[in-house]
């Protein structure tokens, strides 16, 4: 189970990192993965459609209800845990992938840290990814994280991690 | 999404139960519900086993680790929250029907009726849930709640509880 | 630190429930004891109010914002996890009585049975507490539980409990 | 009620940023405020000693028992969450100061952009507060922060905040 992380639907979301994370969703589907994530929209729904384009399995894990789950989730998982469900979505996945994002995304990055999970950070996906990956803390107190420069380098480094996990 | 909720394994466990659940899922699966569980063992794994018998989806909201779902769950959930994912397994059901169990069952019932979600009690299954049937509380404060007394009275309880719900 | 769990106000709770709460949190706080609770009406309000006739300090574990807080709690910790917070009011306690109650208390109780939290029960007043006092599962799964008829044997129970375990 | 977030006990927390935790707990004491942190050591421990030396209430919000409160914590409210405990801690406090840190910090900095709660970030205290006082993150969403250069600007901002918003 591989995560995908980043930001919500907004303004300021680049159609670039849109398609990155259709990408992203639809080599992790190839690959046999399964998919999951915060179940809403923007990088998530952009993640679940690429994966269901190759049949994948996606998993939304969402804030409170149903309702929330974009179109291209097939098991919302409503947590009641409101924005608190970021790290049941941290937790369930084997491997972090974490590009552009805010806030929320910020939070299940030092979530991923501070569970050991494997986590790839997407460089030049813009947002907080690009932050940390230039952060001091990175540099000083990271573990088990990669950088990558696309998506195919992104899902590779996750299978690479997953392998090396189990 | 239809909860089970049940005991773990235990000594005190009886085989008529485990049919019982079993059934439950089997025939949750043949009407296309996708069963949502604590994803372990006992009344969970029996219900798993059915579900998967007719073909159906199965989902384990687990403790910690994905180590912990028994061999018939389809999409592992570990959502790091221990114990206290029973709040998780419930909120994501749309209606949760509650059989045998202990203190972990009856703490799922509580949620149930505190969150106002569909519960279907199976009489004469045994332990917390013939506890809950017979209680003050369940007379002077139940909302939303029936009594089976059979896994076809149950599965026809909870299908029609989703459709008057949604 | 010891947790008293009861009704929320509602039309049920009797004036003799609110009394012996009164009396319970009086006895706590003569006694040393810290009082949590989840900080809102009923039997938490009159809990408090006990408390602070003699000087007690009192805890309220609250659902979400500090305004929900009644006006004797003196340090209120606003959890943001809604009703929730349950788990934590029991977690933070050395011991548990429950007294009264509806499906919240229920839900506590189970947390308490669950994470091996001495439990004491005032069996006749009345609710959820009188229904587990007369289960099956307390008789076949209850651990580390006492019953009280009074306000008296309540928090002599629990300090026993306190020195027993510490 | 005021949360103090930064590192718990490591190599790196430096004696500078001791000093500085220890005269945030002491002005937010002298002040009247109620410190609440995570309860443990480091950051938290001295903020914990500077409020007690001023005769101040302090409150920590600890992973899971009580004994890993730090000496000056009086009221240890134990929540079963482990690490998860972040998002009470900051839910719980009216304003957030934030000084050097890492993951978990950031974990808390993060919640508190996402709660709307007000945020004091403490430039030059090292470890992830400066990484974020220089994010792209910060300029592009941050909401309701200020940044102070010293324990005294630090408590006035947080003060300044209470004002603002009760």
Redesign the interface.
Known sequence: ?IAICGSDDCE?LKTSSIMLAEEIGRLIALRGG?L?CGGRGGIMRAACKGAKAEGG?T?G?LP?T?DEANEWVD??????????RN??VV??A?VVIALNG???T??E???A???GKPLVLVRGSG??V??VVE???LA??GTRYSVAETAQEAVDQAFSWCKNTV
């Open positions: 189970m300021t399964i999951v399995l998993v894990i409170d149903k098991v919302p998982v409503a947590t009641g845990l409101g924005i608190r790290m049941v937790n369930a084997d805010r806030w929320g910020l939070n990055i030092s979530f840290q501070i569970f947002g907080c690009d932050d952060s001091q803390t000083l107190c």
